[in-house]
């Protein structure tokens, strides 16, 4: 009997090893009778802005891959399924269809398209990197990772102002977002004593900044206050090209992977403000895994949604019901986690609250500002 037991012993494991290798049984304790937690990410994933949303795209795919490689979300599987932001409802109603209860997006204004649908049905939004404040009221299920824009301002207007600068040019973005950068910025540096001299707006789609250009010149001014994309970028170089060399300022999204493909040297001593803490032991260790599975370095962007997934997870695991979208929102007001974009927990209107650290173009490379 003992021999028998002993081969019988034998051709178990190594029927299951087999089992395993034809990936017959999941490993790490994933079930594929367990109902798979489906996430919808509707991105920029075409046209000028696409870098943007596959910087994102490359933070969720890696979270996800470890999350599932580390026997998911109690077991369950966790996917997701894109689609261009071109027409959030329309991509909104094609994955809600499908059964996903948790959708991502990038910007504030995809966001707001698609909240008013999503709040009804008790359905959560998850904006990374929206700027709008309308997302701050846009409902219950509605949620956003992102520093907020009146606290990146005044960060930025007591550096400004701390460099001697009390009066200063404005270039902003002509968007919601853009307008209210401006006008946290302006109320501010005006609450300092400072003067806001000049001000113009440009259009998404302007590319001829001669006018705007001209007026800065002009003006006299010797710092600037610029919120804008990477389509406006080129003014930088327009102003340098006419000999205006001013300080310039600006936001988190000054920092991309497009900046030194367009401006070159002309990025440099760019001053700005962001919440990526590149230096922190989290942050490098994430580094070091991105670099090695993508071959670059990870975007801002990137590190965001990858702490967002984690996010979804720290909240998911304490439901019973996985897909339980109430259950999941009421979680996330309560998540704290210290993540590679730094600790991070939501306020009350579904807001990420993070510090924020100001940042400087040295020599090619993003730095903090010591």
Same mark, same amino acid.
């Given at each position: 009997?003992?021999?028998?037991?002993?081969?019988?012993?034998?051709?178990? /494991?190594?029927?299951? =090893?087999?089992?395993?290798?034809?990936? &017959?049984?999941p490993?790490?304790?994933?079930?594929?009778?367990?109902?798979?937690?489906?996430?919808g990410? %509707?991105?920029?994933?075409? *046209?000028?802005?696409?870098?943007?949303?596959?910087?994102?795209?490359?933070?969720?795919?890696f979270? %996800?891959?470890? %999350?599932?490689?580390n026997?998911?979300?109690?077991?369950?599987?966790?996917?997701v399924?894109?689609?261009?932001?071109?027409?959030p409802?329309?991509?909104?109603q094609?994955?809600?269809?499908?059964?996903?209860?948790?959708f991502?997006t990038?910007y =504030?204004?995809t966001?707001?398209? %698609?909240?008013?649908?999503?709040?009804?049905?008790?359905?959560?939004?998850?904006?990374?990197?929206?700027?709008?404040?309308?997302?701050?009221?846009?409902?219950?299920?509605?949620?956003?990772?992102?520093?907020?824009? @009146?606290?990146?301002?005044?960060?930025?207007?007591?550096?400004?102002?701390?460099?001697?600068y009390?009066?200063i040019?404005a270039v /902003?973005?002509n968007?919601?977002? *853009?307008?209210?950068y401006?006008?946290?910025?302006?109320?501010?540096?005006?609450?300092?004593?400072?003067?806001?001299?000049i001000?113009?707006?440009i259009?998404?789609?302007?590319?001829n900044?001669?006018?705007v250009v001209?007026k800065?010149?002009?003006?006299? &001014?010797?710092?600037?206050f610029?919120?804008?994309?990477?389509?406006?970028?080129?003014?930088?170089?327009?102003?340098k090209? @006419?000999?205006?060399?001013?300080?310039?300022?600006?936001?988190?999204?000054?920092?991309?992977?497009k900046?030194?493909?367009?401006?070159?040297k002309?990025?440099?001593?760019i001053?700005y403000?962001?919440?990526?803490?590149t230096?922190?032991d989290?942050?490098?260790?994430f580094?070091?895994?991105?670099?090695?599975?993508y071959g670059?370095?990870?975007n801002?962007?990137?590190a965001?949604?990858y702490?967002? /997934?984690?996010?979804l997870?720290?909240?998911?695991?304490?439901?019973?019901?996985?897909?339980?979208s109430?259950?999941?929102?009421?979680?996330l007001?309560? /998540? @704290?986690?210290? =993540?590679?974009?730094g600790?991070?927990?939501?306020d009350?209107n =579904?807001?990420?609250?993070?510090q924020?650290y100001?940042k400087v173009?040295?020599?090619?490379?993003?730095v903090?500002l010591k």
């Amino acid at each position: 009997m003992g021999r028998k037991f002993v081969v019988l012993s034998i051709l178990v /494991v190594l029927v299951l =090893g087999l089992l395993i290798g034809f990936n &017959v049984i999941p490993l790490f304790g994933l079930s594929e009778s367990k109902e798979t937690i489906k996430l919808g990410a %509707i991105l920029p994933l075409v *046209g000028n802005l696409a870098y943007q949303g596959n910087d994102i795209q490359k933070g969720i795919d890696f979270a %996800i891959e470890e %999350i599932n490689l580390n026997g998911g979300i109690n077991g369950h599987k966790l996917e997701v399924v894109y689609d261009d932001y071109a027409n959030p409802a329309l991509s909104y109603q094609n994955f809600a269809s499908k059964g996903v209860k948790i959708f991502l997006t990038s910007y =504030g204004d995809t966001t707001l398209k %698609i909240a008013p649908i999503a709040e009804s049905e008790k359905n959560i939004v998850f904006s990374i990197g929206g700027g709008s404040p309308k997302v701050s009221d846009a409902g219950d299920f509605i949620f956003r990772h992102n520093v907020l824009p @009146q606290d990146e301002t005044k960060t930025l207007t007591n550096k400004i102002y701390s460099d001697d600068y009390t009066e200063i040019g404005a270039v /902003v973005i002509n968007t919601e977002s *853009g307008n209210t950068y401006f006008d946290n910025f302006k109320k501010e540096f005006e609450s300092l004593g400072g003067k806001v001299v000049i001000a113009e707006k440009i259009g998404k789609e302007e590319t001829n900044f001669t006018t705007v250009v001209a007026k800065i010149k002009n003006s006299n &001014v010797k710092a600037l206050f610029y919120i804008s994309g990477v389509e406006q970028l080129d003014l930088i170089n327009q102003l340098k090209s @006419q000999g205006v060399n001013l300080q310039i300022y600006s936001g988190y999204f000054f920092e991309n992977s497009k900046v030194f493909e367009i401006l070159g040297k002309n990025a440099e001593g760019i001053i700005y403000t962001h919440f990526f803490n590149t230096e922190t032991d989290n942050a490098k260790a994430f580094a070091k895994k991105f670099y090695a599975k993508y071959g670059v370095m990870p975007n801002p962007f990137s590190a965001l949604a990858y702490d967002n /997934v984690y996010m979804l997870k720290d909240a998911i695991e304490k439901c019973d019901n996985v897909n339980d979208s109430v259950c999941i929102k009421n979680n996330l007001y309560k /998540v @704290q986690i210290d =993540g590679v974009t730094g600790k991070t927990y939501f306020d009350k209107n =579904g807001d990420t609250i993070k510090q924020i650290y100001l940042k400087v173009v040295r020599i090619g490379e993003f730095v903090l500002l010591k």
